[in-house]
């Protein structure tokens, strides 16, 4: 029997990536989006191009209700929940001093809080089949902050402790959790920076290259195969950070 994932805001980016792959290694995708429905879309078509079915569900994951139907959605069809991607993230670039509120609960509950209820809705299938992986797309920020991102950074440190905890209180029931801690990697959420901006950061990066999606992606597919990890936090950024 296939095994079963749900990511979270697989419509582009690193979660996009993290579909495809999967899919292509023959495990049944469920890929969530929120606004990006013709992204979305596109995901499925293109994956029908190569005789893979997923499956693409709307649901905003800060949502309780949401994401509840979400899960009844997945188990009423596929009977269990193997795999949990929480992928779902915003950035926000600004100076700390002039954050509001709203900034505030915008990204943290975006990247943190759907995190939490996402992945408390998941546990209950888990905990019954003895058996789960969740891997948790966190940042290099969470590890060492990131000026004029200290909400994204403050999210992203956020996941990592709940990652590091919760295998602690998991292991017993055989559900590994770990994050995987992108560095600059070429997608949207970094189409801020200026070409002279990545050229600089390109120097900083022992390898000499941006990351791109497909890295991340492997990863992600390393952790599934994986039985003996948990409890980490997978930093991929081409040696920027040692």
Same mark, same amino acid.
């Given at each position: ?50 005789? @893979?079915? !997923?499956?693409? #569900?709307?649901?905003? =994951?800060?949502?309780?209700? /949401? *994401?509840?139907?979400? $899960? ?62 969740? @891997?948790? !797309?966190?940042? #290099?920020?969470?590890? =060492?902050?990131?000026?004029? /991102? *200290?909400?994204?950074? $403050? ?77 980490? *936090? ?9």
């Amino acid at each position: 029997m296939k095994k079963v994932a749900i990511i979270t805001g697989a419509s582009q980016g690193i979660g996009r990536q993290i579909a495809i792959t999967l899919a292509e290694q023959g495990i049944q995708v469920i890929a969530n989006y929120n606004k990006s429905e013709k992204e979305a879309i596109k995901l499925k078509e293109q994956m029908k191009e190569q005789n @893979i079915e !997923i499956d693409i #569900i709307k649901a905003d =994951v800060t949502s309780r209700n /949401e *994401v509840k139907k979400m $899960i009844k959605y997945v188990l009423e069809k596929y009977k269990k929940i193997d795999i949990l991607i929480n992928n779902a993230g915003i950035s926000e670039y600004k100076m700390f001093i002039d954050e509001t509120d709203e900034d505030w609960n915008r990204v943290i509950n975006t990247n943190l809080y759907s995190a939490f209820i996402v992945t408390q809705e998941v546990l209950p299938n888990m905990i019954h089949n003895k058996n789960g992986c969740i @891997i948790n !797309i966190s940042s #290099i920020w969470g590890i =060492v902050g990131a000026s004029l /991102e *200290v909400l994204y950074s $403050i999210s992203k440190a956020g996941l990592d402790a709940m990652t590091k905890a919760l295998a602690k209180e998991l292991g017993p029931s055989n559900i590994r959790i770990n994050s995987i801690a992108p560095g600059f990697i070429k997608t949207k959420i970094n189409e801020k920076f200026s070409e002279k901006e990545i050229e600089s950061i390109t120097q900083e990066i022992p390898l000499e290259r941006i990351g791109n999606t497909e890295d991340i992606a492997k990863c992600v597919n390393w952790l599934i195969e994986d039985n003996y990890t948990t409890g980490q *936090v997978i930093s991929i950024n081409g040696g920027w950070v040692i």
